[in-house]
């Protein structure tokens, strides 16, 4: 796959920008496919395997992964996240727009397969404000959230090489812009 006409919007951002719930939005509001990725990190009390993730084994991923199942796949916070080639491929083919989120490295990766991808990279206002959303998830201990914010920080020295970057600091209005910037797109 290196070229499709039907739409692929690939969104990167820090843990706790709001990537995940600004693609659903985006992916329920239009209706398109919003990538649920496989990963071997362990399944959260309030995940739902197929909806949040594949949770799969790392035996399982490799064998996914050395069987050319993926899109794009990448080692984050120790655990393999990876997107199936085979169900971006189905919904391309339906005629039906894509939208999902991966980390900068995943984005790389993807648009040198998928060259009239659109990627869009979202952040926060600044670092202290992205802190403050990762402490009020509740998810992570202050070592996990320290880690994440490192992470932040190398992830936004990337933002050159998405051609939009969206500012989050209000959800409707950033929600509105990644449509605008969609159908910019599409008109082209």
Not at 59 to 84: C, I, K, M, P, Q
Not at 90 to 116: E, F, W, Y
Not at 151 to 177: I, K, L, P, S, W
Request: net charge neutral; glycine share 6%.
């Amino acid at each position: 796959m290196t070229h499709t006409k039907t739409p692929f919007v690939v969104v990167s951002g820090p843990s706790g920008s709001g990537k995940t719930s600004i693609c659903r939005r985006i992916a329920e509001d239009m209706g398109w496919y919003y990538s649920v990725s496989h990963t071997t990190r362990a399944q959260k009390e309030n995940e739902t395997n197929g909806r949040d993730y594949f949770f799969v084994t790392k035996e399982e991923f490799l064998n996914l992964r050395d069987n050319h199942e993926f899109l794009e796949w990448a080692v984050v916070y120790d655990n393999y996240y990876g997107t199936s080639k085979r169900i971006i491929d189905q919904n391309l083919a339906q005629g039906r727009g894509v939208i999902l989120d991966v980390d900068t490295q995943g984005a790389r990766n993807i648009k040198d397969v998928i060259a009239d991808a659109v990627l869009i990279f979202i952040k926060t206002v600044e670092i202290d404000e992205l802190k403050k959303r990762l402490t009020r998830r509740g998810r992570d201990s202050d070592r996990e959230i320290a880690k994440r914010l490192n992470r932040a920080r190398d992830e936004m020295a990337h933002t050159d090489e998405y051609q939009h970057v969206v500012v989050n600091d209000d959800f409707e209005r950033c929600v509105a812009e990644m449509k605008n910037i969609i159908k910019n797109n599409l008109e082209k």
